[in-house]
């Protein structure tokens, strides 16, 4: 986890103990909603699987950015459009998260 915790900071360019808190509520949210889909039980070792640690920190990081603008469907301002699709994860990042079969 601190592995996890330590790439997110430097992908969110922070350096300290500043945001610590507040990053791994997102970070343990990102890795919760993952390991739903997947139907992966973390261990001590393995928080979540090797394969989908950089899908973890991005689901994190867009997250952690839509601080203050939760839900927003659209917004524009000095040329710069935003319009979030409706859930907590973008849709083109959830699609990269393969879910394990039934059989």
């Known amino acids: 986890m601190n592995e996890l ?17 507040m990053l791994l509520i997102h970070l343990n949210l ?6 739903d889909r997947r139907q992966y039980v ?6 979540v699987e ?3 640690q950089s899908i973890v920190i991005e689901m994190a990081v867009c997250s952690y950015s839509k601080i203050g603008a939760e839900g927003q469907l659209a917004h524009d301002e000095n040329g710069v ?13 959830m699609k990269l ?4 079969s039934r059989g």
């Open 5 to 21: 915790l330590a790439t997110l900071k430097t992908r969110l360019r922070f350096s300290g103990d500043v945001e610590d808190d």
């Open 30 to 35: 990102a890795i919760t909603t993952l390991n």
């Open 42 to 47: 973390s261990t001590d070792t393995d928080v």
């Open 50 to 52: 090797e394969q989908y």
């Open 81 to 93: 459009d935003r319009m979030y699709d409706g859930g907590f994860y973008p849709k083109g990042l």
């Open 97 to 100: 998260i393969v879910p394990k």
